[in-house]
Nanobody, 123 residues
Framework: VQLQASGGGLVQAGGSLRLSCAASGRAFSTYSMGWFRQAPGKEREFVAAISWNGGRTYYADSVKGRFTISRDNAKNTVYLQMNSLKPEDTAVYYC?????????????????WGQGTQVTVSS
């Protein structure tokens, strides 16, 4: 499985971005997907996850109410809509796939990782 994240960029505080993660392979619809982020000097942290059919979603407390994860299995793509962005959201954002399919907040449960896309929020 190959994952290609895109959509990052530079945005002012209060603005919005939508990240996309395109996956290769026919098994995408059976995987749960997650977004993680890593700021300079910090560990990679969980942001959001969605189960294989979109029936379950999970969010980090820091993004709840501002970010929305969704997926389109027909397009092999998962999205992260980010609204009301804050400078502390600045990080490299990674998408990841978990073949178990049930969605998980734990980084070590994910089997495949994309290359990351930079999000920078200016104050």
């Amino acid at each position: 499985v190959q994952l290609q994240a895109s959509g990052g960029g530079l945005v002012q505080a209060g603005g919005s971005l939508r990240l996309s993660c395109a996956a290769s392979g026919r098994a995408f619809s059976t995987y749960s997907m997650g977004w993680f982020r890593q700021a300079p000097g910090k560990e990679r942290e969980f942001v959001a996850a969605i189960s294989w059919n979109g029936g379950r979603t999970y969010y980090a407390d820091s993004v709840k109410g501002r970010f929305t994860i969704s997926r389109d299995n027909a397009k092999n793509t998962v999205y992260l809509q980010m609204n009301s962005l804050k400078p502390e959201d600045t990080a490299v954002y990674y998408c990841a796939a978990d073949v178990a399919g049930y969605a998980d907040t734990r980084r070590d449960r994910y089997d495949y990782w994309g290359q990351g896309t930079q999000v920078t929020v200016s104050s």
